[in-house]
């Protein structure tokens, strides 16, 4: 069990050390290899992705990602940036398949903003699809406007593109995520309008043909984002492209108000995964030791069950998160009133505890 | 002053009615002109912009727009169905400005999914681009995939463009909204991604020089998402393009709990535009006399004040609207205990009577 450590910028080291000190009191043995990503890995190597990076995170069985991007990397060109990594990783290792559940733990319901009847006991998985889509499509740039009454004037330009066996392939990881739970499956579009996405809904109607058991909708993307925020707990598992999901996930997390306990896996065809947390490495807080580990160390637990088909130690880890919880332990985000708040290093020392 | 009506589908023509009951009483003469569009157009005459409601669009100084699209219509093929009708009508007309207030009434503030504290008093503007971006940009379809690991599959595909006159013109637009605001503006984009919205963002950023008195910041759209439901209250106007703005202002609009209330403007280069409710036609209510006419009634009122430069009905129609509101005059989807339930009809009458 080969795991590639890139822990990142910002807070990215700090939860990243909790997850791996979880890892080491498992009882199982990993082989752990570090190496720097994002803008430390243009501080080391000139580049947010180096070589020897990437070529560890290809000969791993899984990588634990911390988070990147910091306030001096801003004014790289963008090749350089640090989320450049994140988008290369994604792409050169195959991770089409973003499993992004958004939880909300009972004992966290208050720090939703919104209601507690409307979130508190939410758990539903968002699938996007993140290797395809507008993310990559070429043709893009800039160029001469070729057409219509801006003809000559410069453009931006971008293409959306998503190919038959791309779309079969995230269906087949969300009906089968479905399957696994709530057996309802809302596939997000925008078929209304654009032809990538009434394709998107023709096939995924197709794959739903060998999962008979599964109930499946669709809905525009707008009218999801609606319903995001009118009655989350109707959704089971939603599917989507790449940049809907993008939006979505970050919405639906932000529902929760504790986006520091959500963690997420990005899966190749044969469940090598890198896992990270949902949130970013918030410059602004990094090296105080106050940050959330919680969601790293249930991208640890998330890495168990998906790669190494331990879920037996995914629900240990799961489990022992659930018990700090309970024993009021909280990390500064998620504090209130009534409840104990611990640093960084203390909640990481809290749930290896649990585990004992 | 002529203004083509165009009731549409679903509630369509019963808010309709109620708002031009209002425009009658005001004491101003306006020519009014009705046509069928969405549904109403198909069936009346097999399209959903049948040339007739086009042409009288076209000759009108405003168009007061109802809501389109009915369960009927569903299975028709895409170019026929309702949906059509509007963006053919926006394209058409030139109407690339669309403005989307998302206000929380203090009244109503207990209808929000949100907690109070989140969103009562929020006042947010959306200027969504709304004849670019990927809603209309060639080349578009399915074809063969040309390259890549799926070459040869078929493939869906749609063209994201942005021309810089493109950008500047809604740029100026939402600088001037802000100007007479809160003189905040948050472009949205997907700069670190997209070639498009790099560029957009380059271009607004230019634009900004000509408006020194209006701060300017930049946030990535899985952000903004993130950004309506944790803190709404922070934003002030928001410029985005037109697919990032067709999911964020539903969300923003959603955040008030009362998409019943909220109108919207789509305005050309000489402040020519159509108005219309934000939510959609339902449906599921139709005929039945209980949906909200608020949302009609203040498109109308926005018509009045952007394309006929009159302020004073505007803001007559505005407080006779709140004066319903502190009334207690409530429709079904905003009632809550200790408020009157009234019908669309109604509440028409009573912001009638309020006018008096
Ligand atoms: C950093 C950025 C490129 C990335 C994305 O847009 O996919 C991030 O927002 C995410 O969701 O992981
Ligand atoms: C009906 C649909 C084409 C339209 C859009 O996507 O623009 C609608 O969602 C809107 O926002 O007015």
Redesign the interface.
Known sequence: MKIAILPGDGIGPEIIAQAVKVLNVLGESFELETAPVGGAGYAAHGHPLPDGTLALAKAADAVLFGAVGDYQYDTLE?AL?P?QAI?GLRKQLGLFGNLRPAILYPELAGAS???PE?VSGLDILIVRELTGD??F??P???RE?P????KG??????????????IRRIAHVAFQAAQKRGKRLTSVD?A?????????KDIVTDVHKEYPDVALDHMY???A??Q????PKKFDVIVTGN??G??????A???T?S?GMLPSASLDASNKGLYEPSHGSAPDIAGKGIANPLATILSAAMMLRYTFNKNEQADRIETAVKSVLAQGLRTADIFEPGTTKVGTEEMGNAVVKALA
Chains 1, 2 share one sequence.
């Open positions: 963008r940036r989320e988008l903003t919104l209601k409307v507008i993310y499509g070429q893009r740039g800039v406007c057409d219509g009454p801006f004037q410069r453009e931006g330009y971008d293409t959306m593109r998503y190919a038959e066996g791309e925008k209304n309008v654009l032809e990538t996405f009434q394709f998107w993307v707008d009218n984002a609606m995001l925020v009118r009655a940049m809907f993008d939006i979505l996930s970050d919405c997390a932000m529902l108000g986006i």
